[in-house]
């Protein structure tokens, strides 16, 4: 699959996102299931950075947030988020980015 195909917009021609640089991980949930994700940014937001990152998943694109911790050169850890207030406002945060980037 090309990088474009895996970007999820519904315009084949689209430059929302720059497909040539797109960086991707993999998801693995508790369950054991896998979801390879497109690195949208890292963000600060409240003293904290977090990272946002899109999946395709059953034919729609699916919006992660979590805590980002950097833990070496080109490493870093997600963190959970426990409390839905905080990720509510990190979610805010993010469409607020993309907003102003519009």
């Known amino acids: ?6 970007c999820g917009c519904s315009d084949p021609n689209c430059d929302c996102h720059d ?4 960086d991707f991980i993999t998801l693995e949930f508790d369950d054991g299931e896998e979801i390879e994700c497109e690195i949208i940014g ?4 409240e003293g904290k950075e977090y990272i946002a990152l899109m999946a395709d998943e059953d034919e729609e694109s699916v919006l992660y947030i979590y805590g980002y911790k950097e833990v070496g050169d080109d490493e870093f850890e997600l963190v959970d988020i426990e409390d839905d207030d905080e990720y509510e406002r990190a979610l805010a945060e993010f469409d607020k980015l993309v ?3 519009a």
Do not use: P
């Open 99 to 101: 907003a102003e980037e």
């Open 1 to 6: 699959m090309t990088e474009k195909e895996k």
């Open 19 to 22: 497909h040539e640089e797109a």
């Open 42 to 45: 890292v963000f600060d937001f």
